[in-house]
């Protein structure tokens, strides 16, 4: 039995899209969220209200600012861990008192896969996002997951249609 290897040549444009994907930066899974909004509150606001705010908003976190500036996030995780564990009172804590200090952020123009590793590395699911050190938004594993899941669907039609000699259906 003999197996043969077949090379086949892949068409510039095809191989331009694969370059392409493996780059995707943070800019490009901001722009794809459906919500462009950034949703804070201060560290003086109830641990009651944060929840409020973030259930209202269907979110898993909650950036904490002070005269504009970033100085924490609350998550839920935090209220799962210095909350709940901790038997403190949601309308009585402060969110001063259990948010996240030490922020973690990226900037728009960072790779996806470095922020996967962030994430991975450092066991959180939410990043700040920069532009030049302003503040633009927030991403999540789940916007990055869906990002690539797109990506990955517009990386086969594109295959599909190169193969079948409809490349641009």
């Known amino acids: 039995m003999y197996f043969f ?8 444009p095809v191989y331009l899209f694969t ?4 780059s995707m930066q943070v800019y490009q899974v901001l722009a794809s ?3 462009d909004a950034i949703f804070s509150i201060t560290k003086d606001t109830t641990v009651f209200h944060a929840l409020e705010l973030m259930a209202e908003k269907n979110i898993g976190a909650v950036l904490v600012l002070e005269d504009g500036e970033l100085i924490g996030i609350f ?3 935090d209220y799962a861990r210095k909350v709940i564990l901790m038997g403190r009172a949601s309308r009585e804590t402060l969110i001063g008192d259990v948010m996240t200090e030490k922020v973690i952020t990226v ?3 960072q790779k996806i896969e470095d922020c996967m590793q962030i994430m ?7 990043l700040p ?4 050190g302003e503040l633009v938004g927030i991403i999540s594993i789940n916007d ?4 690539i899941i797109r990506e990955q669907k517009a990386h086969i039609k594109s295959l599909e249609g190169y193969i079948s000699g409809t490349p641009y259906a």
Do not use: C, G, P
């Open 107 to 109: 900037e728009t123009d």
């Open 5 to 12: 290897l077949f090379i086949t040549y892949i068409s510039f």
């Open 120 to 126: 991975s590395d450092k066991h959180i699911r939410h």
């Open 33 to 35: 969220k459906s919500i």
């Open 19 to 22: 370059l392409t994907r493996m």
């Open 144 to 147: 990055i997951v869906s990002a």
């Open 75 to 77: 998550s839920e995780r």
């Open 129 to 132: 996002v920069n532009r030049k």
